[in-house]
């Protein structure tokens, strides 16, 4: 099979139109475009920390949330220094005793949810006293400078008889600059969202559960974790990979024919040279101008400068293409011109 056939296969494949009307299900999280938005996630998930909100999950989310942090492996160390917290510890539970968890003792009914406070993402505080939750959320924005230690300063200065709990909540755990803070992923919250929408399958027909279903389907998009389409992009890379092949290798492929062609009607840019990826162009005027001109050392080249571009991946595997724009000099007289060889 020629590869003008094999691209006619794909265009025709059912796993490719498929895999087009699942990417195209009704979601209103997409359509709102939450996944690019750190403060919408901010907001959602306060909501569901919230034991008397209205998502009718009442308050398993926020404990199943507390579980996860406090038995990750990598918190550990922060878990044996931190103070006073014993008695919350000892309400998580371990991973060996998570089915029989009993919270009888902190119930979390007293928390009081925040968003923005002291520009906090989320703060949730106990009225008894007990303990404060400090949640930053980071999706695609990096710490501030000294961020992570202003917000945790603020909450110990505000509340010195609670125990202060700080996590720093990232896509795949990343590790914060403070080293109070816990760490805590959006897998875990995915995986919360799971068990949480198993457990209540009698409840699925209810707005609250179709909307955190939606949610959650957007965070497994966002963690390349939703199974379906993983098994509909394996199916059609390996049943068309030679077309897929083809369409990578003309996509990647850099045409430079409008940008110079554009170039090419201005009177004063001379185009030197043309590859695959590059290409060199030059300015007479700039060249020829009497204050350049003593400035230039012996040389055998038409142009002795010229201006080189470049486009293209700064990494193979990287989504965004670059533009580099270069200056070549040839010839430079450096004795003549130390500042301009400096620059």
């Known amino acids: 099979m020629n590869i003008e056939n094999k691209l006619e296969a794909f265009r025709m494949d059912d796993g490719l139109k498929n895999l ?11 359509i709102l475009r939450i996944e690019s938005f750190e403060i919408r996630h901010s907001n959602m998930l306060a909501w569901l920390l919230n034991p008397k909100g209205n998502h009718e999950l009442g308050n398993a989310f926020l404990k199943s949330f507390l579980y996860k942090t406090i ?154 974790m939703d199974k379906e389409i993983d098994d509909l992009c394996r199916g059609i890379f390996a049943e068309h990979r030679d077309a897929i092949d083809r369409i990578y290798s ?17 009177d004063n840019i001379k185009i030197i040279e043309k590859k695959k990826d590059v290409f060199r162009f030059s300015i007479p005027d700039f060249q020829m101008n009497p204050i350049m001109r003593p400035f230039w050392g012996e040389t055998h080249h038409e142009y002795p400068f010229a201006f080189f571009c470049w486009v293209g991946r700064e990494k193979p595997d990287s989504k965004e293409y670059i533009i580099k724009l270069c200056l070549e000099m040839e010839g430079l007289n450096q004795r003549s011109c130390p500042e301009m060889f400096a620059i």
């Open 20 to 30: 087009t009307k699942k990417l195209n299900e009704f979601n209103p999280f997409r």
């Open 71 to 224: 038995n990750n492996k990598e918190n550990k160390p922060k878990v044996d220094a931190l103070e006073g917290g014993a008695r919350i510890i000892k309400n998580i539970g371990s991973l060996d005793d998570y089915s029989d968890l009993d919270y009888s003792d902190l119930d979390y009914s007293d928390l009081i949810i925040e968003r923005e406070k002291y520009q906090i993402d989320i703060l949730a505080t106990s009225t008894k006293g007990t303990f404060v939750l400090l949640i930053e959320n980071k999706i695609y924005s990096d710490e501030r400078t000294n961020q992570l230690e202003t917000y945790y300063k603020k909450v110990k200065e505000a509340y010195r008889k609670h125990i202060v709990l700080p996590i720093y909540l990232t896509l795949f755990s990343e590790p914060p600059s403070h080293n109070s803070y816990f760490v805590a992923s959006y897998l875990d919250i995915v995986e919360i969202l799971d068990d949480e929408i198993k457990k209540n399958k009698n409840k699925s027909d209810k707005p609250s559960y179709q909307f955190i279903n939606d949610y959650n389907k957007i965070l497994k998009e966002l963690l390349n």
């Open 250 to 266: 003309i996509g990647y492929k850099i045409d430079f024919t409008f940008p110079i062609e554009e170039l090419r009607k201005i």
